[in-house]
Structure formats: structure tokens, C-alpha cells
């Protein structure tokens, strides 16, 4: 082989790269974990301060390790980021970090990995960067015109950033309602979305909705017929913050906007209201900017897969993109199915070349 070449290197150093690492690590695979971080803990790194996840962290977990106890109810940024780079040295798992992947291409045999730190080569790649690097925001009306603050969902921090502003949350999902919940007890905040938002019963987490999408995936394997019954995945988690936020009556939407003004959006009954900040919580597209020319991207950056394997190009597989990656690939508890999937594929794979 080149200089600085492996039979599999993985991009990106989050979670679900972490998964992919847990079952390789009884291959006799020559492989690395490239990342663009400077340290652990993946996409958490980035999130907003007061995150929390959605089910309690027995039910968190990724392979082979339970997360700790969590403080709270669920466990907060800081538990995640700490249960993550523990799982690292836990499995010693080989990871470069501030690499960043400018294109993946072929040459011969190999993939050949152009990066800021020099010319990688690898056999196999797998492609784990997730979503968080490619924050989506409508193209909305005057967008460009308004002279106040806008900010996605994926770039805030604190509410103590914006005290005694006027703010605009975007987003009738998870994220819209968590940052309502916070940013609403510093500010006035008024919540946007272009439909009712939908909220699951109290008793409801994350562990419920894996198990029943758990439930929906097999049946789906069987040819069976899966009835859904009153919940919906995408519905809001009444996690204690949201909890909180409606005990104070700040839960709730003043619907759709037609427009963007200069001084703060024109809603659909033909008001114009003023705000100094607008945060976008209007989701991601896929991080694969790197695959550019080696595959054909749709415009969120989707490529087509079996599974986790890449179609029009062998030796490529994708993990952790969610639904059309692996059933729940996108979650802690869910990428273990599609990782595990994902590296006896690539040890069979490796075998016949």
C-alpha cells in the first residue's frame, strides 16, 4: 500500500464513528478515525448549553457501555460530551483530530482523501459527519432584508447571550420548543411555526419511541402490518424544561409568517412585529460536501444507499445519517444496529478483493 494508507478510514468522530469502532475492534482491519474536531465529544460540542437528551441514559447508550447515571432526569450536554470521550479511551479507539476532509476521490484501487493535513488512502471509507455541519434555514421572503440578528438553531448557546431582546423562534419541532423553554425566561420570545405543534403524553420519552419505532421496523421486515398507534416520532418531547415552559404559559405559537421585513416579519393575518433576533430551528441538511464528484448528491446532500452502503460506488458505506442510513441510525441507543451491520459488510467485503 501508499504512505499513509489503511484498509478503512472513517470520517468524522462522533458518535456514530464510536459505534462503527466498538465492532471493529476485533477486526484485523487497519483502520482510523479522522476527525475535525480538536477534541471529543462530536456534534455535542456545538450544541446549546441547557440541551438535554430525550430519555433517561440507561436507555442513552451506545455499544457495549452503559452511560452513568445521569444528575437529572436526562442526561445534560456535559454528561454526553463526558460519556463520549470516556468511550474513546474506554475501547482506545484511533482517532486524528483537525482533519478536515476536503474531497474523497478514486485512484487505482484506493479512495484517495484530500485533507488540511496532506493525502490520506484507504481501501474502504465509511462516511460518518452526520448532519450538524450543514444547518438548513428556508429561503424565506426578505430574509435578507432583516437588519436585526439571525442565528440557526445549531450556532446558539444561552439565553444570556440575547438578555432583554425581542426574539423570534422558528420551528415547530424539539429544538423550537427546548429554546423557546430557555430563551423565554430571559427575553420575550414568540414562537413561530407553520403548523400546531404536537405534543406526546408526560410519561412519554425517547425510550417509548425507540421501542415502538423498534416495533414498526420489524414489522416492516416481516411484510407485517404496523400500527402506529397514537404516537408520532416527530411529535415534542415534554422534557422538564418544556415541562416548565408551559407551566408559565410561553408554550404556545402565534403560526405562520408570509414575510421578513427590515424590523421583524409580516404574519399571515397581515401584522408586522418587530425583533431584534430570529433563531432558525428548521432542521439539517447531510454533511457529505466531501463526496461532491465521487457521487451524486440530491440537494440536501442525500445519496443513494442499501442500507448504509453506498449504490454507485463500492467500497463506501454511511453511517448515522438516520432513517435512510439504518432505522434510528441518528440516535445513541439506534446507530448500533447499523454500525455493527455496517462493519461485517466490510469485513466480507475486503475479503473477496
Known amino acids: 500500500m501508499r504512505n499513509n494508507s489503511y484498509d478503512l478510514i472513517i470520517i468524522g468522530g462522533g458518535q456514530s464513528a464510536l459505534a462503527c469502532a466498538y465492532y471493529l475492534r476485533r477486526s484485523k482491519l487497519e483502520y482510523i478515525i479522522v476527525d475535525n474536531q480538536a477534541q471529543c465529544g462530536g456534534a455535542w460540542l456545538h450544541t446549546w448549553e441547557a440541551l438535554t437528551l430525550f ?37 482506545n479507539i484511533p482517532i486524528q483530530r483537525s482533519i478536515e476532509v476536503k474531497k474523497v476521490s478514486r485512484e487505482d484501487a484506493l479512495f484517495k482523501l484530500d485533507t488540511n493535513q496532506g493525502r490520506m488512502y484507504s481501501r474502504v471509507v465509511i462516511a460518518a459527519t452526520g448532519t450538524w455541519m450543514k444547518p438548513f434555514i428556508p429561503d424565506v421572503r426578505g430574509r435578507q432584508l432583516f437588519e436585526g440578528k439571525q442565528v440557526h438553531s445549531a450556532h446558539f448557546k444561552s439565553a444570556k447571550e440575547y438578555q432583554g431582546k425581542n426574539v423570534l423562534i422558528v420551528g415547530e419541532g424539539n429544538s423550537g420548543a427546548q429554546i423557546l423553554a430557555e430563551i423565554s425566561k430571559e427575553n420575550r420570545a414568540i414562537w413561530a411555526t407553520k403548523k400546531a405543534p404536537e405534543y406526546l403524553p408526560d410519561e412519554v420519552n425517547g425510550k417509548v419511541l425507540f421501542d415502538m419505532a423498534s416495533a414498526k421496523y420489524f414489522a416492516e421486515q416481516r411484510g407485517e402490518p404496523f400500527d402506529p398507534s397514537h404516537y408520532s416520532l416527530g411529535d415534542i418531547v415534554m422534557v422538564p424544561a418544556v415541562k416548565e415552559a408551559r407551566s408559565r404559559g410561553v408554550l404556545r405559537t402565534k403560526g405562520s409568517f408570509s414575510e421578513i421585513s427590515q424590523n421583524g416579519v409580516i404574519w399571515d393575518s397581515g401584522e408586522e412585529e418587530s425583533f431584534d433576533l430570529i433563531i432558525w430551528c428548521t432542521g439539517f441538511h447531510y454533511a457529505t460536501d466531501y463526496l461532491e464528484g465521487l457521487v451524486e448528491r440530491d440537494h440536501r446532500g442525500k445519496i443513494k444507499t442499501a442500507d448504509t452502503k453506498a449504490e454507485e460506488v463500492e467500497g463506501l458505506w454511511l453511517v448515522g445519517f438516520g432513517g435512510w442510513t439504518g432505522f434510528a441510525s441518528a440516535t445513541l441507543i439506534g446507530v448500533g ?6 462493519v461485517k459488510e466490510i469485513e466480507e467485503y475486503l475479503k473477496d478483493l
Not at 456535559?78 to 474513546?88: A, G, M, N, Q, R
Open 337 to 342: 444496529r447499523s454500525a455493527r451491520a455496517t
Open 55 to 91: 430519555s433517561p441514559a440507561q436507555f442513552s447508550s451506545l455499544p457495549g457501555w452503559m452511560m452513568p447515571a445521569s444528575k437529572g432526569e436526562y442526561p445534560d450536554r456535559e454528561e454526553v460530551i463526558s460519556y463520549l470521550c470516556e468511550y474513546e479511551k474506554r475501547y
